[in-house]
């Protein structure tokens, strides 16, 4: 799959002729985030050597300038291209107009930048293989436009059957006719509404069935709301409140913790700081929690079974470390929510080392801790990020989540089937493992 810091989105290989009998299931289609519903990124040919390229797309005209109005970084997610059952290929592209800044970074004269996204146009693009090459067949326009956040995120379509799901905007999604383009209906959870502050946030999934499913998120001034939307390929919609889904999860005026770097002024390195006259630890400060509301770019995954996996976190951007990993049953009741809290205990002398450095560890901290809060390390639900949840063979799930003390390498965990944390990895953040 393609991810962030790619101008290109669509590189094509010559690794021999398709073949759908591998002996394992394997299909050479790719329809959607993560390959299938699972998100277990199964493909119909073995790795091979001398491949040479065929075919270079460029999807993002504007990629220089949005490199240089973030000093030399492109911050932007690009979706995974898809191919159907006859070999079709389906990419992202940009088009409209993109203002930049002068002098870039600046954000003057506004609205410049990441501010004239409004100008953006978000298209998807079908391409047929013909003689050897990649010839253009139709091109269709949404009016999305993506959540505000330090990293564009992706704008991601999912196939079934002759359709093509693509992201539109104020929460809608667009059944489109994958022959030619055409717009067969916007489907629109919330009537006939477009609200320019509500989003759809992460990548659409179908089903075995033909149901899709995606998340929403809708700005409030201090605060944010989310759902789950379920499509069935019938065409009845369904929607349940991730707001209130989780029992015991933080409410909005709730108090949860921030890292030390959030705290007035901020303590001197290395963290954490030395504990407080009295002896007890010193902890970071606190803020509202917000709502739980679906991580920006998760893209639901649904298992064998029918049980559907997808990912929260608190909506305050200080509270990241306040996530959970949820199954839900094929009917959208809960069957479990597992936080991603209190499981870790691999911060301060173990990765990271005691000294006198910046991203050191006081000597003479507590073993264990994360010391950007002196507290068990938490998996964190990273807004930045695109990593989503595999549904595993056994029922259980994976989800790679962000850690920050660790060189910024995050977590992979696992769950088993009934929500119970089985193993961690040093690495995973920004992962959808195949």
């Known amino acids: 799959m393609l991810n962030r810091g790619w101008a290109l989105a669509l590189i094509c290989l010559l690794c021999g002729a398709w073949d759908d009998d591998d002996g394992g299931g394997a299909t050479c289609e790719w329809t959607q985030w993560g390959q299938s519903p699972s998100h277990d990124g199964a493909v119909c040919v073995d790795g091979q050597h001398d491949l040479r390229m065929l075919v270079r797309l460029t999807v993002d005209r504007f990629a220089a300038q949005e490199t240089a109005e973030t000093g030399g970084q492109l911050l932007v997610h690009y979706p995974a291209p898809l191919v159907d059952e006859d070999g079709n290929v389906f990419v992202m592209e940009k088009a409209g107009t993109y203002t930049s800044c002068d002098p870039p970074g600046s954000g003057q004269p506004a609205p410049c930048g990441r501010a004239s996204q409004a100008t ?7 391409y047929e293989w013909r003689d050897g090459e990649l010839v ?20 991601q379509a999912a196939i079934a059957g002759r359709f093509i799901y693509i992201p539109g905007a104020g929460g809608t999604v667009f059944q489109v006719d994958k022959r030619n383009g055409s717009t067969v209906r916007r489907i629109n959870p919330f009537g006939t509404t477009i609200d320019p502050f509500t989003w759809v946030s992460g990548g659409i999934t179908v089903d075995g069935a033909g149901n899709i499913y995606y998340n929403v998120i809708k700005g ?8 789950l939307v379920r499509v069935s390929r019938g065409g009845s919609i369904r929607m349940i409140d991730y707001r209130t889904l989780i029992p015991g999860a933080p409410g909005p005026t709730d108090l949860c913790f921030a890292g030390f770097g959030a ?5 001197a390195r290395p963290w954490p ?13 606190q803020f509202p929690c917000g709502s739980q509301r679906a991580g920006v770019n998760i893209t639901p ?20 470390n306040y996530g959970y990993i949820v199954a839900l049953r094929p009917d959208l009741s809960l069957e479990w929510a597992t936080s991603l809290r209190d499981d870790l205990d691999d911060g301060c002398g173990i990765q990271v080392p005691y000294g006198p450095g910046f991203f050191d560890c006081r000597p003479g901290s507590t073993l264990g801790v994360d010391p950007t809060t002196n507290l068990p390390p938490a998996g964190q639900v990273s807004d930045i990020g695109s990593s989503s949840p595999t549904a595993l063979p ?10 920050g003390y660790n060189g910024f390498r995050g977590h992979l965990f696992k769950l088993d089937r ?10 995973g953040w920004d992962v959808t493992p195949a």
């Open 301 to 320: 995954a649904i298992g064998r079974d029918g049980t559907i996996f997808t990912v929260t976190r608190a909506h305050n951007q200080t509270a990241s």
């Open 120 to 126: 953006e146009i978000w298209m998807q693009r079908a």
């Open 220 to 227: 409030e001034p201090t605060d944010a709301r989310s759902w």
């Open 263 to 267: 705290a007035r002024p901020v303590p």
């Open 136 to 155: 253009p067949q139709w091109t269709f326009a949404s009016d999305w436009k993506p959540i505000p956040t330090p990293w564009e995120p992706m704008f």
């Open 394 to 403: 056994d029922g259980g799930v994976l989800y790679g989540a962000f850690t």
């Open 273 to 285: 700081p030395p504990p407080q006259p009295d002896g007890s630890p010193t902890l970071p400060p």
């Open 418 to 427: 009934d929500g119970h944390k089985v193993a961690s990895y040093d690495f």
